[in-house]
Nanobody, 119 residues
């Protein structure tokens, strides 16, 4: 069973950049598809982006296309989220999540990291 720990959140001005990391342990990382979700105050959790087990396939929410990039390093058991041109509406707690090979849901979650974008 995989455990996930996010890092890299913080406070940034609008237009700035942040890079989130999610380190995995306790499982075979390359057998998990990975994703980043976020939840803003008073809103439902939403899928931001996900990446296939090999890293060859990615998808993004329309709200972040062209600004965010997901990547993974299977040798380091880590998935990344590079966030550029940040906007105040990107303010949220960001969670990484893992979906095991053959499963339909993201069953494993990190504790989340706060991203705050000031205007």
């Amino acid at each position: 069973q995989v455990q996930l720990v996010e890092s890299g959140g913080g406070l940034v001005q609008a237009g700035g950049s942040l890079r989130l990391s999610c380190a995995a342990s306790g499982g075979t990382f390359s057998t998990y598809a990975m994703a980043w979700f976020r939840q803003a105050p008073g809103k439902e959790r939403e899928l931001v982006t996900n990446i296939s087990r090999s890293g060859g396939i990615t998808s993004y929410a329309d709200s972040v296309k062209g600004r965010f990039t997901i990547s993974r390093d299977n040798a380091k058991n880590t998935v990344y989220l590079q966030m550029n041109s940040l906007k105040p509406e990107d303010t949220a707690v960001y969670y990484c999540a893992a979906r095991r090979l053959g499963k339909n849901i993201f069953a494993y979650w990190g504790q989340g990291t706060q991203v705050t974008v000031s205007s």
